[in-house]
């Protein structure tokens, strides 16, 4: 069965760090394109981080960039998002999905409809003092 499953979110305090963590089941990350997304309550999902399976390239959306990073750990066939300065605005539900094709990572990540073939089921990240 494929399966995207995330880990990682919490309740944190502005300022504070959180890394994120996304495991395949079923296939290989490697062959796939990779991306965050997040939705607020009453908001749209929104592309946060994406990777490309090509060429390894990211994409950070703006209110993002500086403070989160994208990776791969190929050896543990997982993907994670490191969140660093925290910020209230930043509370949402996480969530991992793969491209089977080759999309780049600007395109997964800004394009409407997304393009994905997997979701995983989310994870929340809630920031608050």
């Known amino acids: 069965q494929l399966q995207l499953v995330e880990s990682g979110g919490g309740l944190v305090q502005p300022g504070e760090s959180l890394r994120l963590s996304c495991a395949a089941a079923?296939?290989?990350?490697?062959?796939?394109?990779i991306g965050w997304f997040r939705q607020a309550p009453g908001k749209e999902r929104e592309g946060v981080s994406c990777i490309s399976s090509s060429d390894g390239r990211t994409y950070y959306a703006d209110s993002v960039k500086g403070r989160f990073t994208i990776s791969r750990d190929s050896a543990k066939n997982t993907v994670y998002l490191q969140m660093n300065s925290l910020k209230p605005e930043d509370t949402a539900v996480y969530y991992c999905a793969a491209n089977s094709g080759r999309t780049t990572a600007q395109a997964m990540c800004v394009m409407r409809p997304i393009p994905v073939d997997y979701w995983g089921k989310g994870t929340l990240v809630t920031v608050s003092s």
């Open positions: 079923g296939f290989t990350l490697d062959y796939h394109s």
